[in-house]
T-cell receptor
């Protein structure tokens, strides 16, 4: 069975500094990995995904994530944080079949001006 | 392209009452999902449809929850009777058939926030 761990409930970072939101996963077979962002009273918005190919994937709003197979990680990163990046971030995984996403519990990112 | 539509956006009911949520997926999306997101947790799958057939309902509390997608387009999720622990956001998502563009992405609606008193 697939599972996702987001070890940090909260990440605080100063505006302009780099940010990292951590995610590790467990899946049988090849992983399909995703990051979603959730703003208050809004649905989940897709940020980026890794399916195959280059381990560094770039997504919306300047975010990127690095797939590390040996560490089974898919950490979300951004070189320079903005106050508007403050939100709830979810990592999700599924296998290559027609299976639904399994989500982590989420990490709340707070960017302080 | 219109997104996934859900209604109502908010619902407050008392325990033991019934409630129904509606979802209209993106046009052409064969796969539809209902997720439950309890405050402070990630979304948890309740049921997955492929067209009008159920693919996975293993985590659906079938004694009180039911869902249908009769014509393979929009879907309803019902809770009868509701319990306090059903207070959550209910998210609907849809996905394109395999081989069609962004078939790996799930697109989410805004959710229905249910409060059971």
């Amino acid at each position: 069975a697939q599972s996702v761990a987001q070890p940090e409930d909260q990440v605080n970072v100063a505006e302009g500094n780099p940010l990292t939101v951590k995610c590790t996963y467990s899946v049988s077979g090849n992983p399909y990995l995703f990051w979603y962002v959730q703003y208050p009273n809004r649905g989940l918005q897709f940020l980026l995904k890794y399916i195959t190919g280059d381990n560094l994937v770039k997504g919306s709003y300047g975010f990127e994530a690095e797939f590390n197979k040996s560490q089974t990680s898919f950490h979300l990163k951004k070189p320079s944080a903005l106050v508007s990046d403050s939100a709830l971030y979810f990592c999700a995984v599924r296998d290559s079949g027609n299976t639904p996403l399994v989500f982590g519990k989420g990490t709340r990112l707070s960017v302080i001006a | 392209e219109a997104g996934v539509a859900q209604s109502p956006r908010y619902k407050i009911i008392e325990k033991r009452q019934s409630v129904a949520f509606w979802c209209n997926p993106i046009s052409g999306h064969a796969t539809l999902y209902w997720y439950q997101q309890i405050l402070g947790q990630g979304p948890k799958l309740l049921i997955q449809f492929q067209n009008n057939g159920v693919v996975d309902d293993s985590q659906l509390p079938k004694d009180r929850f039911s869902a249908e997608r009769l014509k393979g387009v929009d879907s309803t999720l019902k809770i009868q009777p509701a319990k306090l622990e059903d207070s959550a956001v209910y998210l609907c998502a849809s996905r394109q058939p395999p081989g069609q563009g962004k078939d790996n992405e799930q697109f989410f609606g805004p959710g229905t926030r249910l409060t059971v008193l």
